[in-house]
């Protein structure tokens, strides 16, 4: 079944890629916080309780009444992370370790990401949207010559998201909303061994060659999903408002195709049907929106995201030689991760609104768990962008953000992959860079 190939694939994907993901760009974990250009300008802060247009939806449905008439916003962000991992790989033979120097440059891939909102009041009670945009995804590849890629060497996942929401201003005051998710996955990881790895390797069924760049495993598959979102909204004043969002857990139950050494050692591209459960975790958010004056407006939020539910990856392949039956492809381990973001909004003029931004994103792994396809660390966002009014219909908003990624220590001792090519310990360091433009119409 398609849903079931895409499912192995992406979860797989997901334990790598995410956290090089978001050490390369974004949030925590394997998240994307890149839904609009508008709040790239002010590094996201206040997003639950800020209404520039329909994007607003995104990441509260309550806003959605803050919106009038009919309101269409389009546009996309481009990603550019720049993220390097150097370390040594060691591995025993019978002289002793031997320890091999390895370094992959710039191994995050470059991304776009576009995003499209429609909303629309009904009436004085009730608005409706629609939204489609993504929360994860990312491509990276660490190279043929890493001596690390008996933990993996590639991996890439692409989500799609389609909202439906509603909103309903219960008052003066209060304002909720609720609305339904639907996840479109698709990924793939692969590990093959370096150039250091053993040229046999034992079995159970007798030693077998095994030269540099083989498969040692390979997933790819897609799957779709069901997920749901809630907000609320107060109005405690004309000048301060606060908002809440609560996004679900998104339930992946993957399946797909998965070949390689691990799983056929006589015969590595046999494919076989496989399955992994995979949750896309909770998050929340508290903002809150202050209007100091005329001209300044300040703005925070809180996120959280329940990454401590993220503890492994467990699959089960069907009809290996080698594996028939559930096995741990990963331990985790991740915790839950914070996101505290300050930004203010300066209206220049009746044309032209200045925003800037500041924010820190704590990692979802401890030094403890980080490992060399886990790279995940904490970042320091500083942004700033503007807005243009072109006409009483159209404006125009462009956001500029460069994320500092905290140099973080990694260790991959895997015992099932070590002996393919020694066990890992390195760093990684980088940057990203984000820039973003959207276009808001209203009719």
């Known amino acids: 079944m398609n849903n079931n190939k895409n499912r192995l694939s992406l979860a797989i994907a997901f334990g790598l890629l995410g ?18 250009a508008t709040g790239l300008g002010r590094a996201y802060a206040g997003e639950a309780a800020i209404a520039d247009g329909a994007d607003a939806q995104w990441r509260n449905v309550a806003m959605l009444t803050y919106l009038e008439g009919t309101q269409v916003s389009v546009g996309g962000i481009y990603v550019n992370p720049n993220i390097d991992v150097e370390g040594e790989s060691t591995q025993m033979i019978p002289s002793g370790p031997k320890t091999t120097s390895t370094k992959s440059n710039d191994f995050a891939h470059d991304a776009f990401i576009p ?66 998710r639907y996840v479109i996955a698709e990924g793939s990881f692969g590990a093959i061994t370096p150039s250091q790895s053993p040229t046999q390797i034992p079995t159970p069924i007798g030693n077998l060659p095994l030269p540099a760049g083989s498969s040692l495993k390979y997933m790819e598959g897609t799957d779709e999903a069901w997920g749901w979102q809630v907000g609320t909204a107060w109005q405690i004043n004309d000048s301060n408002r606060i908002g809440f969002s609560y996004k679900s857990e998104v339930n992946l139950n993957l399946e797909g195709k998965a070949n390689g050494f ?33 001209k300044v407006a300040v703005h925070a939020s809180f996120n959280w995201t329940d990454w401590s539910s ?11 030689p080698m594996v028939n039956g559930k096995d741990t492809i990963k331990e985790e381990n991740w915790e839950d991760n914070y996101r505290l973001a300050i930004g203010g909004t300066y209206t220049l003029n009746q044309k032209v609104t200045l925003r800037s931004g500041v924010a820190y994103d704590t990692s979802a792994v401890s030094d403890e768990h980080r490992t060399a396809t886990i790279p995940e660390t904490d970042r320091l966002w500083l942004s700033m962008g503007a807005g243009y009014v072109w006409s009483d219909n159209l404006t125009l908003d462009a956001g500029f953000t460069y994320i ?14 070590a002996p393919f090519g020694g066990t890992f310990e390195g760093e990684t360091t980088g940057n990203v860079w984000l820039v973003g433009v959207q276009a808001n119409y209203r009719f």
């Open 19 to 36: 956290s090089v993901a978001s050490t390369n760009s974004m949030a925590a974990g394997f998240q994307l916080a890149e839904y609009s």
């Open 115 to 180: 995003n499209l909102y429609v909303s629309h009041r009904v009436n004085e009670q009730i608005a409706i949207g629609f939204a489609v945009g993504t929360n994860y995804g990312m491509e990276t590849d660490l190279g043929d010559d890493f001596s690390a890629t008996n933990f993996g060497n590639e991996a890439s996942v692409i989500t799609k998201e389609i909202n439906v929401n509603m909103a309903y201003k219960i008052n003066q005051q209060f304002s909720v909303g609720g609305g339904v």
């Open 262 to 294: 691990a799983f056929n050692p006589l015969n590595p591209t046999t494919k076989y049907n496989g399955s992994m459960e995979l949750a896309l975790p909770a998050t929340a958010e508290l903002a809150s929106y202050h209007q100091l004056n005329d």
């Open 310 to 320: 993220f503890e492994k990856l467990v699959a089960d392949v069907n009809d290996s």
């Open 404 to 417: 500092f990624a905290k140099d973080a220590k990694m260790h991959e001792k895997d015992p099932k992959s």
